[in-house]
């Protein structure tokens, strides 16, 4: 956890000085650049292998969210059609 300053103090969000969400490490967005499609796939396998799987869960679901946007905010059809 961090510590905060006294600035701080009065956030609902803090815990006797300090910031009640837990310490996280933010990478700096990069390009990287590939001599071919093997070096790429080999990267991103690394890089996915570092993921637990409630957070592969999380990415697949924003994902499908992202893809159907537009799907799941029409209204659903409640009647039950059968076929002749």
């Known amino acids: 956890m961090k ?3 006294s600035k701080g103090a009065n956030n609902p969000n803090t815990v006797q000085g300090k910031v009640s969400e837990p310490e996280s490490n933010y990478r700096k967005p990069t390009i990287r650049f590939f001599t ?3 070096e790429m796939n080999e990267a991103d396998i690394i890089e996915m292998a570092g993921f637990t799987p ?3 869960f999380e ?3 924003q994902m499908i969210l992202s893809f159907y946007k537009e799907e799941l905010q029409k209204p659903l059809d409640k ?3 059968f076929r002749k």
């Open 79 to 81: 009647k039950i059609h």
């Open 54 to 56: 409630v957070q592969n």
């Open 59 to 61: 990415q697949v679901t």
């Open 36 to 38: 071919s499609f093997e």
């Open 3 to 5: 510590q905060i300053n």
